[in-house]
């Protein structure tokens, strides 16, 4: 096996495990009581599992922006966070936005 195939079925293993995970998320905030916080979790942790980023500066290979933000803590140090920190937090910022908009487009259906 390549390092293309083993790489894009990696790939698919991640999507797969994070599909299932957030299938489970989807399930656990089903509750009716607090909608807004419901879409807030579902928007966070969508952006949390699969939001990409190169895993080093030289390559192109992607991993998840969580990870890379991780290891590049843990062996370059705090300096290197901001690399992968701030393409996931404009992520995070986005998913929300989406939420909050989708959170008042079906309250406004359902009010009618």
Known sequence: MGIDSSYFLLWCLYIVAGLS????????????SIKFLNY??????????????????????LAPALMVL???????????????AVPLLLTIIISELIAIGLFW??????AK
């Open 21 to 32: 995970f957030y299938s489970f998320l989807w399930w656990l905030t089903r509750s009716r």
């Open 40 to 61: 807030s979790v579902r928007g966070i942790m969508a952006a949390v599992i699969f939001t990409p980023w190169p895993a080093n500066i030289y390559g192109d290979t």
């Open 70 to 84: 991780v290891l590049d803590l843990i062996t370059i140090g705090g300096d290197s966070v901001a690399r992968a």
């Open 105 to 110: 487009k079906n309250r406004r259906r359902v």
